[in-house]
């Protein structure tokens, strides 16, 4: 008599193929990054070769297709592959390991790393607790509203302060409502959105105006240096809100659609915010310290402009540490060093690639169509920024494409004017991965989705943002 053979030990060989190659997939994809990488830098000759560019940029360009290939696979740890970048880098002879460390460690990551610590003082000093209770008690009745409440305060805030700070200020606030859900990290789609509610928020919130990011001011000032007028504060605003706020419209739409509420017992995670308040009391004197330091941080922020955020950030950091408020043990677990090496490491890639002059491949191959129609020619830019700055810094994207595009504006018959804009706005809109934008870099800390979740989503966002500023810059800004 044969023994019944429990159903998961049987042999099956119709599905054996699929499971080796469940196990074995990330080592080949791994295996060839690293084949096709060796094989290109040790090769490479001096020969600039049909693309114009030297050695030095194709090595440079197949690390940055290695790493990219990683990032969006997932087949090695980020911090692996942000490491490897280094390597790769080095191999290349670009320039010395000292100088290509440099490149890692911008001012954008310093901010990261401030904004973490700012946003795991909120949470040690449970001001984050009170204001999640205080949030759900009198406008989350429900959970779609509490979404809608979290994308709205994430989208208005990013016109007056850097969205990266925004999602800094309310990403805490998302980790306490988590757990009060009470659901395993990574199991409900509800909460997942949560996270995407707000960087998605920050993110179009963050085109809207000079405060919201540096590539606005950046652009603007590309365009002053041609002899045409820059936008003051509100004349943006005119051009921009016709881009943002259909955007967020389908965002909100996608988070309805792509995230169900899968949470059955919301009114006990209301009770259990209610109880927890209970718990910490009265918002004390360490509370409103705290509370003070944080609203003394965003109105320097709105003050000093995107351009001293990782100052301010850090200049925080160190007064919360310093005043005893907070300890260095109950931050030092809120930093995902991780993340940092990650943004790091595509911070330098996209230093790479501007040395090299490797950056301006992709534009400058859409010159010969460029004169077609000055329709084509806005649909043309805001693709190609759209893609760009999912892999380098939207503060590259500019540089690239608007002096560019500004130098054959009158041959195209484009408004220099629209055409910046479109390279602007574009440049800001990142959601596929999580060195796109600082947003989405935070809310993939929280490690609730994978990066091929963020790619799948995050891509049905930038695909409803093309029409959307094509729509904007024919019907909207041709009128203004």
Known sequence: MTPDIPPRLRFDGRAWPAVVWARIWRSVVTLAVIAGVTSVILTAGKDTGAIGLSATGIKVLVVFAGALTLWITAAVPLVVTALAVFLGLCATGIDTPAIIAT????????????????????????????AALRLVGTWGTTPRRLRFILFGCAFFSSFLMSEHAVMALFFPLACRIRDAIQRPRGTSRYVTSLYFALAW??????????????????????????????????????HSLPVAIPLAAVALVVLEWAFPIDIERFDQARAT????????????????????????TIITWAVTGPKAIAVVA?????????????????????????????YGSALALA???????????????????????????????TV???????????????????????????????????????????????????????????????????????????????????PIVVGAAWLVWAHL
């Open 103 to 130: 490149w890692f460690w911008r001012d954008i990551v310093f901010f990261l790393l401030g904004a973490f610590l700012i946003a795991g003082s909120l949470s040690a000093a449970h001001v984050v607790d009170h």
């Open 201 to 238: 928020g920050a993110t179009i919130g963050g085109i809207v105006t000079y405060l919201g990011g540096a590539r606005n001011a950046l652009a603007m000032g590309f365009l002053a240096e041609s002899g045409t007028a820059p936008l003051g504060f509100f004349a943006l605003m005119a």
């Open 273 to 296: 915010l209610a109880e927890r308040r209970r718990e910490l009391g009265r918002f004390g004197a360490r509370q409103c310290a705290v509370t003070g330091i944080l609203f003394a």
């Open 314 to 342: 850090l200049a925080s950091a160190v007064i919360l540490l310093g005043s005893g408020l907070v300890r260095w043990r109950e931050l030092a677990r809120e930093v995902p060093w991780d993340l940092l090496l990650l």
């Open 351 to 381: 230093k790479a690639l501007e040395t090299t002059g490797a950056h301006r491949i992709a534009a400058e191959s859409l010159i010969p169509v460029l004169s077609v129609s000055p329709l084509l020619t806005i649909t043309l830019l």
């Open 384 to 466: 190609t920024a759209i893609l760009l700055t999912e892999a380098i810094s939207n503060a590259a994207v500019v540089s690239v494409l608007v002096p560019l595009v500004l130098g054959l504006a009158t041959q195209i018959g484009v408004s220099p004017l629209h055409a910046t804009l479109a390279v602007a706005l574009s440049s800001g809109l990142s959601f596929m991965l999580p060195m796109g934008s600082p947003p989405m870099a935070i809310a993939f800390a929280s490690g609730e989705f994978s990066v091929r979740t963020m790619a799948v989503w995050g891509g049905v966002l930038n695909l409803a943002a093309i």
